[in-house]
């Protein structure tokens, strides 16, 4: 059974034939997406802060300066609500009001602690590197003592989560089928360049494997 509990918090109640608990078909969004975005409330206000993250089994990672709010918030053991967003093409109907996009989001519930042992803080660090770009982490230089002691990193626990997906063509009013009106798919995905050298670069160093397997892994 890999489906996370529902109820009221995570429950679709908008086109739920479009939604999923599974964890098969969550942690893949999670896993693709480059960021998230964390809400969370302090005192009646929201907040949505987008930052970088990894998962781990059934925990998020996320990191920062040790003044973030975002992180002081976790630390303390508030719950906060993740969302992630994977945006696949434009839908584009007869009628504006059937437009909309085709999309994989998912929404996490959840609740975390500071990650204080050295050992699992580095290597939650390593997680977050490598999500970026796998395989980075043991191509660049790890952080000194002094940079891990100005970073903080929290462990949050997906306690339970939502996917909810639109994939395929535009779902016209049937009358509206007719019309003499384009309608399909723009296709989107994340554009990946050419790698760019820092114009610091000592002479004679490669571009490395990882940047070379990203490329080309987000190349069509
Ligand atoms: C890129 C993108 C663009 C969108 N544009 C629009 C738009 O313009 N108008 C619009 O009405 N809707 C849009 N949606 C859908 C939107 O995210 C909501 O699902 C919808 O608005 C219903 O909101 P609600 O608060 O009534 O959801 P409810 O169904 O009441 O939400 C209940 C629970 O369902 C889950 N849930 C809801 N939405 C999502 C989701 N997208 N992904 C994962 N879990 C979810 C959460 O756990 C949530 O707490 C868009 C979604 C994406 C990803």
Same mark, same amino acid.
């Given at each position: 059974m890999t489906d996370f509990p529902i109820d009221d918090r995570n429950r679709l109640r908008r086109k *739920?034939? %479009?939604? #999923? +608990?599974? /964890?098969?078909?969550? !942690? *893949?969004?999670?896993?693709?997406? $480059?960021i998230c975005h964390v809400g969370f409330a302090e005192n009646g206000q *929201? +907040?949505?802060i *987008?930052?970088?993250?990894?998962?781990?089994?059934d925990t998020l990672i996320l990191h920062g300066a040790k003044a973030s709010r975002l992180l002081k918030h976790i630390e303390a053991g508030h719950p906060v609500c993740v969302a992630f967003t994977l945006l696949d093409g434009i839908v584009?109907? /007869?009628?504006?009001?059937? #437009?909309?996009?085709? !999309?994989r989001? @998912?929404?996490? +519930?959840?609740?975390? /602690?500071?990650?204080? @042992?050295?050992?699992?803080?580095?290597?939650?660090l390593e997680l977050v590197t490598n999500h970026?770009? $796998?395989? %980075?982490?043991?191509?660049? /230089?790890?952080p000194t003592p002094k940079e891990m002691h100005a970073t903080s990193v929290v462990s949050i626990t997906i306690e339970q989560a939502s996917a909810k997906v639109r994939s395929g063509p535009p779902g016209d009013e049937e009358e509206d089928y007719a019309l003499p009106i384009w309608a399909g798919v723009l296709p989107l995905a994340t554009w990946v360049g050419d790698p760019v050298p820092d114009p610091r670069l000592a002479e004679g160093i490669p571009t490395p494997e990882s940047?070379? %397997? !990203?490329v080309q892994s987000q190349t069509r």
């Open positions: *739920p034939a %479009r939604g #999923s +608990f599974d /964890r098969d078909i969550i !942690y *893949p969004i999670i896993d693709e997406a $480059p *929201p +907040f949505v *987008p930052t970088l993250h990894a998962r781990h089994d584009l109907a /007869r009628s504006a009001f059937s #437009s909309s996009v085709n !999309y989001s @998912a929404v996490v +519930f959840g609740a975390g /602690r500071i990650i204080d @042992a050295e050992d699992e803080k580095m290597h939650a970026i770009v $796998p395989g %980075r982490w043991s191509e660049a /230089r790890i940047v070379g %397997r !990203y």
